[in-house]
Protein backbone atom coordinates (compact mmCIF):
# COMPACT_ATOMS: atom_id res chain seq x y z
CA UNK A 1 0.00 0.00 0.00
CA UNK A 2 3.23 2.22 0.15
CA UNK A 3 2.40 2.96 -3.68
CA UNK A 4 -0.52 4.83 -1.97
CA UNK A 5 0.45 6.22 0.46
CA UNK A 6 0.64 10.41 -0.79
CA UNK A 7 -2.96 9.82 -2.06
CA UNK A 8 -4.27 11.03 1.19
CA UNK A 9 -3.51 12.70 4.48
CA UNK A 10 -2.87 16.25 5.72
CA UNK A 11 -0.38 17.07 2.32
CA UNK A 12 -1.97 15.72 -0.75
CA UNK A 13 -3.25 17.13 -3.48
CA UNK A 14 -5.47 14.19 -4.27
CA UNK A 15 -7.40 14.46 -1.56
CA UNK A 16 -8.76 17.83 -1.67
CA UNK A 17 -10.48 20.37 0.45
CA UNK A 18 -11.62 23.03 -0.95
CA UNK A 19 -12.96 23.79 -4.08
CA UNK A 20 -9.47 25.38 -5.71
CA UNK A 21 -7.76 22.09 -4.84
CA UNK A 22 -10.55 20.30 -6.42
CA UNK A 23 -10.47 21.32 -9.60
CA UNK A 24 -6.78 20.84 -10.05
CA UNK A 25 -7.34 17.53 -8.52
CA UNK A 26 -10.03 16.92 -11.83
CA UNK A 27 -7.05 18.49 -14.33
CA UNK A 28 -4.73 15.66 -13.08
CA UNK A 29 -6.91 12.87 -13.34
CA UNK A 30 -7.93 14.15 -16.81
CA UNK A 31 -4.28 14.91 -18.04
CA UNK A 32 -3.97 10.80 -16.30
CA UNK A 33 -5.96 9.32 -18.65
CA UNK A 34 -5.10 11.66 -21.68
CA UNK A 35 -1.87 10.03 -21.15
CA UNK A 36 -3.03 6.77 -20.74
CA UNK A 37 -4.63 7.24 -24.36
CA UNK A 38 -1.12 8.29 -26.27
CA UNK A 39 0.63 5.86 -24.23
CA UNK A 40 -1.95 2.97 -25.36
CA UNK A 41 -2.14 4.03 -28.64
CA UNK A 42 1.94 4.26 -28.75
CA UNK A 43 2.25 0.82 -26.91
CA UNK A 44 -0.47 -0.88 -30.07
CA UNK A 45 2.02 0.59 -32.48
CA UNK A 46 4.84 -0.89 -31.32
CA UNK A 47 3.45 -4.06 -31.07
CA UNK A 48 1.89 -3.60 -34.82
CA UNK A 49 5.59 -2.74 -36.14
CA UNK A 50 6.75 -5.58 -34.53
CA UNK A 51 4.53 -8.10 -35.94
CA UNK A 52 3.51 -6.53 -39.34
CA UNK A 53 5.67 -8.09 -41.91
CA UNK A 54 7.59 -5.73 -43.81
CA UNK A 55 6.42 -5.09 -47.71
CA UNK A 56 7.08 -1.86 -48.53
CA UNK A 57 5.26 -1.35 -51.83
CA UNK A 58 2.11 -3.55 -49.74
CA UNK A 59 2.34 -1.35 -46.59
CA UNK A 60 2.94 2.07 -48.36
CA UNK A 61 -0.82 3.74 -47.73
CA UNK A 62 -1.61 1.92 -44.45
CA UNK A 63 1.74 2.98 -42.82
CA UNK A 64 0.69 6.63 -43.91
CA UNK A 65 -2.55 6.79 -42.66
CA UNK A 66 -0.66 5.52 -39.18
CA UNK A 67 1.42 8.13 -39.29
CA UNK A 68 -1.25 10.88 -40.08
CA UNK A 69 -3.96 9.70 -37.63
CA UNK A 70 -1.53 8.35 -34.70
CA UNK A 71 1.61 11.14 -34.55
CA UNK A 72 -0.79 14.19 -35.55
CA UNK A 73 -4.37 13.42 -35.10
CA UNK A 74 -4.83 12.10 -32.05
CA UNK A 75 -1.76 13.83 -29.44
CA UNK A 76 -3.33 17.01 -31.68
CA UNK A 77 -6.45 16.91 -30.43
CA UNK A 78 -6.31 15.16 -26.95
CA UNK A 79 -3.18 17.88 -26.32
CA UNK A 80 -5.95 20.43 -27.54
CA UNK A 81 -8.78 19.03 -25.18
CA UNK A 82 -6.61 19.22 -22.30
CA UNK A 83 -5.16 22.77 -23.17
CA UNK A 84 -8.95 23.84 -23.17
CA UNK A 85 -9.45 21.80 -20.06
CA UNK A 86 -7.13 23.93 -18.29
CA UNK A 87 -7.31 27.63 -19.66
CA UNK A 88 -11.00 27.43 -19.03
CA UNK A 89 -10.02 26.44 -15.22
CA UNK A 90 -7.53 29.40 -15.41
CA UNK A 91 -9.93 32.58 -14.30
CA UNK A 92 -11.09 31.08 -11.07
CA UNK A 93 -8.25 30.44 -10.20
CA UNK A 94 -6.49 33.60 -10.17
CA UNK A 95 -10.02 35.46 -9.05
CA UNK A 96 -9.30 37.14 -5.86
CA UNK A 97 -11.24 36.71 -2.87
CA UNK A 98 -14.70 39.29 -2.55
CA UNK A 99 -14.22 42.21 -0.77
CA UNK A 100 -13.85 41.97 2.36
CA UNK A 101 -12.64 38.60 3.10
CA UNK A 102 -9.94 37.84 5.52
CA UNK A 103 -6.79 39.24 4.54
CA UNK A 104 -3.39 36.86 5.54
CA UNK A 105 -0.06 37.89 4.35
CA UNK A 106 2.48 35.79 4.63
CA UNK A 107 6.59 36.78 4.15
CA UNK A 108 9.11 33.67 3.17
CA UNK A 109 12.13 33.83 5.28
CA UNK A 110 15.19 31.82 5.53
CA UNK A 111 13.61 29.28 6.57
CA UNK A 112 10.34 29.99 8.20
CA UNK A 113 7.03 31.19 7.36
CA UNK A 114 6.04 35.08 9.18
CA UNK A 115 2.22 35.23 8.83
CA UNK A 116 0.73 38.44 9.46
CA UNK A 117 -3.43 39.68 10.31
CA UNK A 118 -5.13 42.45 10.74
CA UNK A 119 -7.31 42.64 13.40
CA UNK A 120 -9.20 45.66 14.21
CA UNK A 121 -6.88 47.78 12.43
CA UNK A 122 -3.77 46.11 14.19
CA UNK A 123 -1.15 44.35 12.96
CA UNK A 124 -1.31 40.27 14.48
CA UNK A 125 1.80 38.90 13.37
CA UNK A 126 3.02 35.15 14.41
CA UNK A 127 4.81 32.06 12.78
CA UNK A 128 4.86 28.65 10.86
CA UNK A 129 1.21 28.56 11.60
CA UNK A 130 -1.81 29.89 9.54
CA UNK A 131 -5.32 29.37 10.92
CA UNK A 132 -8.71 29.79 8.72
CA UNK A 133 -11.97 29.37 8.59
CA UNK A 134 -14.24 26.92 6.77
CA UNK A 135 -16.08 27.89 4.18
CA UNK A 136 -14.51 30.90 3.34
CA UNK A 137 -12.61 32.15 0.63
CA UNK A 138 -9.27 34.14 2.50
CA UNK A 139 -6.75 36.17 0.37
CA UNK A 140 -3.06 35.92 0.76
CA UNK A 141 -0.65 38.48 0.00
CA UNK A 142 2.48 36.54 -0.69
CA UNK A 143 6.05 37.96 -0.12
CA UNK A 144 9.40 37.20 0.21
CA UNK A 145 12.21 39.31 1.93
CA UNK A 146 15.15 37.48 0.88
CA UNK A 147 15.43 34.93 -2.16
CA UNK A 148 12.56 33.50 -3.70
CA UNK A 149 10.15 30.78 -1.98
CA UNK A 150 6.94 29.11 -3.13
CA UNK A 151 4.05 28.93 -0.82
CA UNK A 152 1.90 25.48 -1.15
CA UNK A 153 -1.10 24.27 1.03
CA UNK A 154 -1.33 20.56 -1.52
CA UNK A 155 -4.70 19.94 0.32
CA UNK A 156 -5.99 23.70 -0.64
CA UNK A 157 -4.76 24.85 -3.63
CA UNK A 158 -2.38 25.26 -6.03
CA UNK A 159 1.15 26.90 -5.46
CA UNK A 160 2.60 30.17 -6.04
CA UNK A 161 5.91 31.45 -6.02
CA UNK A 162 7.16 34.31 -3.29
CA UNK A 163 8.93 37.21 -4.96
CA UNK A 164 11.10 39.53 -3.37
CA UNK A 165 9.69 42.76 -3.87
CA UNK A 166 6.21 41.96 -5.13
CA UNK A 167 2.74 40.81 -3.67
CA UNK A 168 1.39 38.11 -5.12
CA UNK A 169 -2.00 37.25 -4.53
CA UNK A 170 -3.44 33.88 -4.41
CA UNK A 171 -7.14 33.05 -2.67
CA UNK A 172 -7.93 29.77 -1.00
CA UNK A 173 -11.28 28.16 0.60
CA UNK A 174 -11.10 24.86 2.79
CA UNK A 175 -14.33 23.43 2.52
CA UNK A 176 -13.96 21.13 5.51
CA UNK A 177 -12.13 21.43 8.92
CA UNK A 178 -9.07 19.50 10.00
CA UNK A 179 -5.46 20.34 10.06
CA UNK A 180 -3.22 20.48 6.93
CA UNK A 181 0.98 20.29 6.00
CA UNK A 182 1.84 23.03 3.90
CA UNK A 183 5.49 23.47 2.29
CA UNK A 184 7.77 25.70 0.16
CA UNK A 185 7.96 24.36 -3.23
CA UNK A 186 11.42 26.58 -4.32
CA UNK A 187 14.62 25.47 -3.14
CA UNK A 188 15.71 28.43 -1.29
CA UNK A 189 18.92 27.46 -0.12
CA UNK A 190 20.77 25.11 3.02
CA UNK A 191 17.11 24.20 4.80
CA UNK A 192 14.52 24.47 2.30
CA UNK A 193 13.23 20.90 3.18
CA UNK A 194 12.80 21.78 6.89
CA UNK A 195 10.39 24.48 5.89
CA UNK A 196 6.53 23.70 6.68
CA UNK A 197 3.64 25.12 8.47
CA UNK A 198 0.61 23.97 9.86
CA UNK A 199 -3.15 24.63 8.16
CA UNK A 200 -5.56 24.74 11.22
CA UNK A 201 -9.38 24.94 9.19
CA UNK A 202 -11.73 25.48 11.97
CA UNK A 203 -15.12 26.57 12.45
CA UNK A 204 -15.66 30.52 12.41
CA UNK A 205 -16.39 31.13 16.18
CA UNK A 206 -13.10 28.98 17.02
CA UNK A 207 -11.36 30.81 14.68
CA UNK A 208 -12.26 34.69 16.26
CA UNK A 209 -11.38 33.87 19.29
CA UNK A 210 -7.93 31.91 18.56
CA UNK A 211 -7.26 35.25 16.53
CA UNK A 212 -8.20 37.22 19.53
CA UNK A 213 -6.18 35.08 22.15
CA UNK A 214 -3.43 35.56 19.70
CA UNK A 215 -3.82 39.59 19.24
CA UNK A 216 -3.73 39.64 23.43
CA UNK A 217 0.10 41.08 24.86
CA UNK A 218 2.17 37.92 26.22
CA UNK A 219 1.15 36.36 29.60
CA UNK A 220 2.92 37.26 32.27
CA UNK A 221 5.32 34.32 33.56
CA UNK A 222 3.37 32.01 36.20
CA UNK A 223 6.38 30.54 37.98
CA UNK A 224 10.06 31.26 39.22
CA UNK A 225 11.31 29.27 36.50
CA UNK A 226 9.38 30.73 33.52
CA UNK A 227 10.26 34.29 35.50
CA UNK A 228 14.32 33.48 35.37
CA UNK A 229 13.83 32.47 31.91
CA UNK A 230 11.96 36.06 30.95
CA UNK A 231 15.21 37.44 33.16
CA UNK A 232 17.56 35.78 30.88
CA UNK A 233 15.56 36.55 27.36
CA UNK A 234 16.13 40.26 27.98
CA UNK A 235 19.99 39.90 29.61
CA UNK A 236 21.44 37.42 26.29
CA UNK A 237 19.71 39.76 23.98
CA UNK A 238 16.82 37.55 22.38
CA UNK A 239 14.74 40.44 22.23
CA UNK A 240 17.15 41.92 19.35
CA UNK A 241 15.57 39.32 17.32
CA UNK A 242 12.53 38.34 18.41
CA UNK A 243 9.29 40.10 19.82
CA UNK A 244 7.35 39.28 22.45
CA UNK A 245 4.52 42.16 22.89
CA UNK A 246 3.73 43.56 25.87
CA UNK A 247 7.89 42.79 27.02
CA UNK A 248 10.44 45.33 26.15
CA UNK A 249 11.65 42.55 23.63
CA UNK A 250 10.53 44.10 19.77
CA UNK A 251 13.33 42.59 17.47
CA UNK A 252 11.68 41.60 13.75
CA UNK A 253 14.52 39.75 12.33
CA UNK A 254 13.55 35.75 14.13
CA UNK A 255 9.90 34.77 14.38
CA UNK A 256 7.42 36.50 16.75
CA UNK A 257 7.16 34.81 19.77
CA UNK A 258 4.41 36.19 22.09
CA UNK A 259 2.07 32.84 21.93
CA UNK A 260 4.90 30.45 20.84
CA UNK A 261 4.15 27.96 23.36
CA UNK A 262 0.41 27.70 22.13
CA UNK A 263 1.86 26.56 18.13
CA UNK A 264 1.90 23.36 17.16
CA UNK A 265 5.68 22.87 16.19
CA UNK A 266 9.01 24.58 16.26
CA UNK A 267 11.64 25.50 13.84
CA UNK A 268 9.02 25.71 11.53
CA UNK A 269 7.46 22.18 11.65
CA UNK A 270 10.53 20.79 12.15
CA UNK A 271 10.21 19.72 15.99
CA UNK A 272 6.67 18.94 18.08
CA UNK A 273 6.68 21.85 20.67
CA UNK A 274 7.57 20.75 23.55
CA UNK A 275 9.99 21.92 26.99
CA UNK A 276 12.76 19.14 25.40
CA UNK A 277 12.17 20.66 21.95
CA UNK A 278 12.93 23.99 23.22
CA UNK A 279 15.95 23.82 25.05
CA UNK A 280 17.57 21.88 21.98
CA UNK A 281 16.60 24.32 19.33
CA UNK A 282 17.93 26.96 21.93
CA UNK A 283 21.03 25.16 22.17
CA UNK A 284 21.91 24.15 19.01
CA UNK A 285 19.44 25.70 16.20
CA UNK A 286 22.22 24.88 13.73
CA UNK A 287 22.09 21.27 14.27
CA UNK A 288 18.29 20.95 13.68
CA UNK A 289 18.08 23.25 10.89
CA UNK A 290 21.29 24.17 9.12
CA UNK A 291 22.54 27.26 8.43
CA UNK A 292 19.75 28.71 10.49
CA UNK A 293 20.52 32.23 11.16
CA UNK A 294 20.02 31.94 15.04
CA UNK A 295 23.39 31.68 17.05
CA UNK A 296 23.49 28.83 19.24
CA UNK A 297 22.89 29.58 23.12
CA UNK A 298 24.74 25.88 23.95
CA UNK A 299 27.08 28.20 25.95
CA UNK A 300 24.52 28.79 28.61
CA UNK A 301 24.07 26.63 32.06
CA UNK A 302 22.15 23.52 31.17
CA UNK A 303 19.54 25.05 34.13
CA UNK A 304 19.62 28.56 32.19
CA UNK A 305 18.39 26.87 28.86
CA UNK A 306 15.84 24.90 30.96
CA UNK A 307 14.53 28.27 32.68
CA UNK A 308 14.12 30.08 28.71
CA UNK A 309 12.43 26.79 27.57
CA UNK A 310 9.81 27.29 30.55
CA UNK A 311 9.20 30.59 29.90
CA UNK A 312 8.74 30.30 26.32
CA UNK A 313 6.51 27.38 26.81
CA UNK A 314 4.67 29.08 29.09
CA UNK A 315 3.65 32.00 26.08
CA UNK A 316 0.35 30.39 25.24
CU1 LIG B 1 11.67 28.44 1.14
CU2 LIG B 1 12.25 26.58 -0.18
Not at 250 to 259: A, F, N, Q, R, V
Request: proline content about 7%.
Amino acid sequence: MGLFSGCSGPQSALDPAGPQAQSLGALFWWMTAGTAIIWLAMIALTIYAIRVEPDPAKNAGRSRMLIVVGGTLIPTVVLAVLLTYGLAMLPAMVAPAPAGSLRIRVIGEQWWWRVQYEREGRLVELANEIRIPVNEPVQFELMSSNVIHAFWIPSLGGKRDMIPGRVIPIALTASRTGLFRGVCAEYCGASHALMSFIVEVMEKPAFESWLEQQAADARIPSNDDALRGQHLFVENGCGACHTVRGTPASGTMGPELTHVGSRFSLGAGVLTNDLSALEKWIASPDRIKPAAHMPAFGMLPPADQRALAAYLKGLE
